[in-house]
């Protein structure tokens, strides 16, 4: 019987630093059986806080449930592109209504979807505008899901700019150039796994050039794996393969990656100071 390979330990922090897994999906099945066990290996690793993300009603009711019952776990709610269909009035009002608690400290993800289209243009484009408007009547940052669609997405949110609470481009997938306009809206830039996969030098090369003060972390988990372990199910304490890669581009250390990665998510979603 072959033995099973043990998994490589994960990159150690120094005493006192901590990381924030910005995007992260708690809720889904795949945590079914040890949700908890997850929750609890990511704090041992160090990540002391995490945004777990609805991507539509029921996701946000089950992100918010999560927060509410879980120290050091926040959310957003929200309807992704891939539902953009149900986006109609009532589900908007029950979006709003769970924004009202504490725990929700983003609205997402939302945007544009190209790649798959399970819902036409028309309908992923009208409910990202009317969540971009909610987010402003919330006074919450948004997070952002852009796949195949950068220019319909940048062009959307020029539109509703100036977005006073900021945002988040979740899984960025452009280069430096459009890097630069997101940063230019005042928008973060969230670097997830793909970042240590190879031949992904235009990511890395926006990982290099970007300032620090502009970058956040995150795992996308269930999916997007990092290496060495791409194509297995991923969990927030795998954040820090993708912070130290992050690092070594830099040519800084993990404690100088950790401290700046997480107050930016601090900032980003109000969390100074609590």
């Not at 990511?42 to 777990?52: E, H, I, L, N, P």
Request: glycine share 6%; aromatic share 6%; proline share 5%.
């Amino acid at each position: 019987m072959a033995r099973k390979k043990k998994r490589a330990p994960l990159p150690e922090l120094p005493p006192g630093a901590r990381f924030f897994d910005s995007h992260c999906h708690l809720d889904m099945d795949d945590y079914n059986a040890d949700r908890s066990e997850v929750i609890q290996r990511a704090a041992r690793a160090g990540v002391s806080r995490m945004m777990t993300i609805g991507i539509d009603l029921p996701s946000s009711r089950a992100a918010l449930r999560l927060a509410e019952t879980n120290s050091g776990i926040f959310c957003a709610v929200g309807i992704h592109p891939h539902s953009a269909a149900e986006a109609d009035d009532a589900a908007l009002t029950e979006i709003r209504q769970l924004a009202r608690a504490a725990e929700v400290r983003a609205v997402g993800e939302i945007g544009l979807d190209y790649a798959k289209m399970h819902c036409s243009r028309e309908e992923q484009i009208t409910a990202f505008q009317r969540q971009l408007e909610l987010a402003a009547e919330l006074k919450l940052p948004v997070i952002i899901h852009d796949r195949e669609a950068h220019y319909e997405t940048m062009a959307i949110l020029r539109q509703a700019a100036p977005l006073k609470h900021g945002g988040v481009m979740h899984c960025f997938s452009g280069d430096l150039a459009l890097a630069r306009e997101v940063v230019d809206l005042g928008f973060y830039i969230s670097l997830p796994g793909v970042l240590t996969f190879n031949k992904t030098e235009s990511l890395r090369q926006v990982a290099r050039e970007i300032p620090l003060e502009s970058l956040i972390v995150e795992t996308d988990a269930p999916f997007l794996t990092p290496a060495p372990y791409r194509g297995k199910r991923n969990e927030p304490a795998c954040v820090l393969y993708t912070a130290q890669c992050l690092s070594e581009i830099r040519g800084i250390t993990l404690a100088e990656t950790a401290a700046q990665t997480t107050l930016n998510c601090e900032k980003l979603f109000a969390l100074e100071g609590k």
